[in-house]
């Protein structure tokens, strides 16, 4: 990985929120990364292209219902934001179909999960070491 890709990856706080969550929520609870010590080295440069990618499209196309729910519920479009979407993206707890926001819940759990531009990964360590998504 390359030190710029590294360094995106921990400017952004949503991305940050993101990869916290992909690595508490599927990495340190998994047992095909057991007795690892895994961090952000440890991804691919694919996978690191794909975080950014994905994580710079959903803040702009949820842009909007994103703002609405921190307008409205105080919501935090930076660390919150992200976490909630990598757990939305797996079907895991505490997500945005959890919130109750009416409107703009709706949306952001429309834009997100099984058949969507934004379906479900998993992380799955390559035989290179690396930590890849599916």
């Known amino acids: 990985m390359t030190n710029d890709n590294r360094e995106k990856l921990q400017a952004d706080p949503f991305v940050t929120a993101y990869v916290t969550a ?8 998994t047992e095909e990364f057991e007795d690892k010590d895994l961090c952000l080295e440890d991804l691919a440069p694919e996978t690191v292209d794909r975080i950014l990618t994905d994580c710079a499209r959903f803040q702009l196309e949820a842009k909007e219902p994103l703002e609405l729910a921190h307008d409205e519920h105080g919501y935090d479009l930076q660390n919150q934001a992200g976490h909630d979407f990598w757990l939305t993206r797996r079907g895991l707890g505490g997500v945005f179909w959890e919130r109750r926001w009416g409107d703009c819940g709706d949306t952001l759990r429309e834009l997100v999960g099984h058949c969507t531009d ?12 690396l930590i890849y998504l599916a």
Do not use: H, R, S, V
Request: charged share 25%; glycine share 10%; proline share 10%.
């Open 118 to 129: 934004f379906p479900d990964q998993t992380p799955y360590l390559g035989d290179d070491g």
């Open 22 to 29: 992909m690595f508490w929520a599927d990495i340190e609870q």
